[in-house]
């Protein structure tokens, strides 16, 4: 499909180029039929953790690149936000770098007003704040769902039948999984009201998501490994997570008017 769709603002996170499991073609493909005002990576963009292991780089990944700074130079406001798989960004922040600015964590207002705390989320997660050896543990065990995931869909391909995401399978229907997950949820909650912001947006746990309690708003952009999603503020207003399929339209899987 060519058609072009036009946004105030986008919020992607956690590509993880430089892993067999990055969508990296597919983001190429929405990153070229999405235009924006305003362009934020809410960190996990590139995968430190997997490069320093060893070295995976295919063109769709360079490309991704390539599109955030040719989106940056036409006059896309981009912001990057690292997350703990690429922390070593983290060391330039307030760095301008190729007309992208580095930051810590950022705010997005609305053009209703409201003001978004944009930051990736791994600061809410114990296992990556006080145990980073168990979370390369997890990462790897992940990895290796996310490689049989790929083998699964090939066959699935094959026989006709739309992608499907065994990790995100999974992690829907194991208790803990969900326990951690509603977990984050709370904590960002939280943080969000002892800052008096209007909502969080963050990414980190591969989970899309908009929440809503009084005042405040929860919004997760997911990922391009798992799910492929946006999170997006349309021209009306409007906050929504897009699931990008590169031979059909955009699904909006949740939207909320804010």
Not at 202 to 207: K, L
């Amino acid at each position: 499909m060519t058609d072009t769709h036009a946004y105030r603002a986008i919020f992607i996170s956690d590509v993880h180029l430089g892993t067999y499991g990055c969508q990296g073609e597919k983001l190429c493909d929405f990153l070229d039929r999405s235009e924006s005002e305003y362009l934020y990576l809410v960190g996990d963009i590139v995968d430190g953790w997997r490069l320093r292991q060893r070295w995976y780089w295919p063109q769709a990944h360079n490309d991704v690149i390539q599109k955030i700074f040719a989106k940056a130079r036409a006059g896309t406001k981009v912001v990057f936000v690292p997350g703990n798989h690429d922390e070593f960004a983290r060391d330039y922040d307030g760095i301008v770098i190729g007309g992208i600015p580095v930051a810590l964590t950022t705010w997005h207002v609305t053009a209703s007003g409201k003001r978004l705390y944009v930051m990736h989320g791994d600061e809410f997660d114990g296992v990556v704040r006080y145990g980073k050896w168990l979370a390369h543990v997890g990462s790897w065990a992940y990895d290796m769902t996310v490689i049989l995931n790929g083998w699964l869909n090939f066959v699935r391909r094959k026989a006709g039948l739309p992608y499907w995401s065994l990790s995100a399978f999974i992690k829907r229907r194991v208790k803990e999984a969900v326990k951690f997950i509603t977990n984050f949820e709370e904590a960002l909650f939280r943080h969000a009201h002892e800052i008096g912001a209007d909502g969080v947006v963050c990414g980190h746990i591969h989970h899309p998501s908009i929440k809503e309690k009084p005042g405040v708003l929860y919004l997760n952009d997911g990922d391009w490994v798992e799910n492929g999603t946006a999170l997006v503020e349309t021209m009306s207003g409007e906050l929504a997570i897009l699931k990008w399929e590169v031979t059909t339209p955009p699904h909006v899987v949740q939207c909320v008017k804010f």
